[in-house]
């Protein structure tokens, strides 16, 4: 069973243009939910992460928008750039379960139009 | 550049052969770890080291073997694989109970085909 969902599946966007990435999940365990983005032929790297005591996080262009109640969160990128042209995944942990066990979406293409 | 370095990029191999995909990290992380991901999938976890002790196998074939020599290096065995096994393996490092940050740092993969 899925326990993050995520989508869309693949997203073509307009250079300047918003990039917006929606995930859920069920699990009211999980505590901590972190963007991971990988670029064709490398490994993922932490692109930024959240809390669900904060609603929304910002690190220059990227932003996490998160609805605890509706356990659901967001990648925003702002003024998307070529360059952004990835795939991310979200993810969710329980941290108290301390188990070393990140559970990942199933990813979303990201394509920026130059 | 990533801190995890893994070796080699690519490897082919028969399905009767025997080969070592090798990591290593200096960042004094205590916590290692395999992943395995296809195309357009998700990584998915094989196996996860804590202070040099195996602590989850995700209910891995036996076909693949993990060893961790020390705190620094974390290898996979592969033997008797089969064509299905041909993936990115990823690995992974982070501080223990690692994600305690959520931040794993991920090597480049090594890409294996099995013929």
């Known amino acids: 069973q899925q326990q993050v969902k995520q989508s869309p599946q693949s997203l073509i966007v307009q250079k300047g243009g918003i990039s917006i990435i929606n995930c859920a999940y069920e699990?009211?365990?999980?505590?901590?939910f972190p963007w991971y983005q990988q670029f064709p032929g490398k490994g993922p790297a932490l692109l930024i992460a959240?809390?669900?005591?904060?609603s929304e996080k910002k690190e220059g262009r990227f932003t996490i928008s998160f609805n605890k109640s509706a356990k659901q969160f967001s990648l925003h990128i702002m003024d998307s750039q070529p360059g952004d042209s990835a795939t991310y995944f979200c993810?969710?942990?329980?941290?108290?379960?301390?188990?070393?066990?990140?559970?990942f979406g199933k990813g979303t293409r990201l394509h920026i139009l130059p | 550049d990533t801190e995890v370095t893994q070796t080699p990029k690519h490897l082919v191999m028969g399905m009767t052969n025997k080969k070592s995909l090798k990591c290593e990290q200096h960042?004094?992380?205590?916590?290692m770890y395999w992943y395995k991901q296809k195309a357009k999938k998700p990584p998915e976890l094989m196996f996860v080291?804590?202070?040099?002790?195996?602590?989850i196998n995700e209910s891995v074939p036996s076909r693949f073997s993990p060893e961790c020599p020390n705190s620094s290096l974390l290898n996979l065995h592969l033997h008797a694989l089969q064509p299905e096994d041909s993936a990115l393996y990823l690995c992974?490092?982070?501080?223990?109970?690692?994600?305690?940050?959520?931040?794993?740092?991920f090597g480049e993969g090594s890409r294996l085909t099995v013929l």
């Open positions: 992974a490092s982070s501080q223990v109970g690692g994600t305690l940050t959520g931040e794993l740092f």
């Open positions: 080291y804590s202070y040099e002790k195996l602590s």
């Open positions: 959240i809390r669900p005591d904060v």
């Open positions: 960042m004094g992380h205590r916590a």
């Open positions: 993810a969710a942990i329980a941290l108290m379960n301390r188990d070393d066990k990140i559970i």
């Open positions: 699990n009211t365990a999980f505590d901590y």
